[in-house]
Nanobody
Framework: EVQLVESGGRSVQTGGSLRLSCVAS????????IGWFRQAPGKEREGVSC????????FYSESVKGRFTISRAKSKNTVYLQMNSLKPEDTALYYC????????????????????????WGQGTQVTVSS
């Protein structure tokens, strides 16, 4: 069973930084996609960033490009999302996501991931950015 456990969300002021962490367990493949979605109140879930394990291909949404960085610590089965220059519109519940079945299709620059394409979701960690 795949488990994804997020941490690191909290309240921060505009312009601040946060690092979210997600510890993954049970991923029974060396080829998988892992990343982050977010959902703000009243809005649909948005793909923020993802990374493929075998070639480090990555995706960033236009709204976070240049401010957020995804990274992985393989030895710790952990993926991080470093968020800099935070804005109030970054306020959302951030979910860690992973998928194995579609690893060869997802997570490339310019291809926006969709929520239904990810089989595994964490419980989410709240990020609140105040102005």
């Amino acid at each position: 069973e795949v488990q994804l456990v997020e941490s690191g969300g909290r309240s921060v002021q505009t312009g601040g930084s946060l690092r979210l962490s997600c510890v993954a367990s049970g991923l029974a493949s060396d080829d998988y996609i892992i990343g982050w979605f977010r959902q703000a109140p009243g809005k649909e879930r948005e793909g923020v960033s993802c990374s493929r394990s075998v070639d480090n291909s990555t995706f960033y949404s236009e709204s976070v490009k240049g401010r957020f960085t995804i990274s992985r610590a393989k030895s710790k089965n952990t993926v991080y999302l470093q968020m800099n220059s935070l804005k109030p519109e970054d306020t959302a519940l951030y979910y860690c996501v992973a998928d194995i079945r579609r690893a060869h299709l997802l997570c490339s620059a310019g291809r926006v991931p969709q929520p239904y394409e990810f089989d595994h979701w964490g419980q989410g960690t709240q990020v609140t950015v105040s102005s």
